[in-house]
């Protein structure tokens, strides 16, 4: 836990505006119009595309009249070659804003291509700690799972080399989400063996915060948060997956 230094300072970083609650993602058109979005990438995986989970995203894209186009060739640990894929997609199809919508590699990719359609395709320019130098294009993260913090955080991971699986980072103010839509209602259908995974990925998470030589008075409070939300829910949500009340606490933990 933090402790209090003579000299010492502390900051705390955040996505601009955080949305938590049953069915949220039904207001995600006027959020967009709300973000200047006229035509949006959707980016997201073929599992949540073809078993449609990601149909409320675009029911309320539908319903507020706001075109898109989709990008759901997204992988695990996102590899370089297909962010340039969907940033390629991005700027042919004249998107304004980016929606990430799954798992952590969805979100960290909708994030690369926000950075990158504002600062150029050389993302060697922009990997490493704070060295974007301009904010990118509006982004919105929606998580389906349990994603321990990666809807809300400045940290973009990708792999560099497939081969020998070199993972490279970016790490920018200009990464955080301007907007998070965290609706408990996408997680209902992740099957009980994610459900234990990422709910032990969040219980991790909050941990490493609480004991981290790092941690400070605004982290504390909630890494303690975290790690009392895990320990009464996650053996609930894994008991009964349709426990929607485990479902909304577990999605709180994670943000």
């Not at 950075?115 to 050389?122: E, M, S, Y």
């Not at 320019?125 to 982004?139: L, Q, T, Y």
């Not at 303690?224 to 606490?249: F, M, N, Q, W």
Request: net charge negative; hydrophobic share 45%; glycine share 8%.
């Amino acid at each position: 836990m933090s402790m209090i230094l003579g000299d010492q300072t502390v900051e705390f970083f955040s996505a601009n505006k955080i949305v938590l609650g049953l069915n949220a993602v039904s207001a995600l058109a006027e959020e967009v119009k709300a973000l200047g979005g006229t035509k949006v990438q959707v980016i997201s995986d073929k599992i949540l595309v073809e078993q449609d989970v990601i149909r409320p995203v675009l029911d309320s894209l539908d319903q507020g009249g706001i075109p898109y186009v989709i990008f759901d060739e997204v992988l695990p640990d996102a590899p370089l070659p297909m962010i340039l894929k969907a940033l390629e997609q991005y700027a042919s199809e004249a998107c304004d804003l980016v929606i990430g919508f799954g798992g952590g590699s969805p979100m960290d990719t909708a994030k690369a291509v926000s950075i990158l359609a504002v600062n150029g395709t050389n993302l060697e320019e922009v990997m490493g700690f704070h060295a974007v130098k301009k904010r990118g294009a509006p982004k919105i993260t929606i998580p389906t799972t349990n994603a321990a913090g990666a809807d809300v955080g400045f940290v973009v991971m990708f792999v560099i080399d497939e081969e020998t699986h070199e993972h490279g980072a970016i790490v920018s103010n200009y990464a955080l989400p301007d907007l998070v839509i965290n609706d408990p209602m996408l997680t209902v259908s992740m099957p009980r063996s994610v459900t234990a995974d990422t709910g032990i990925d969040v219980l991790v998470t909050g941990i490493e915060a609480l004991v981290s030589k790092q941690a400070t008075p605004f982290s504390d409070p909630y890494a303690e948060k975290v790690i009392s939300l895990c320990a009464k829910y996650i053996p609930r949500v894994c008991a009964k997956g349709s426990d929607i009340e485990a479902r909304y606490h577990m999605a709180l933990a994670s943000t």
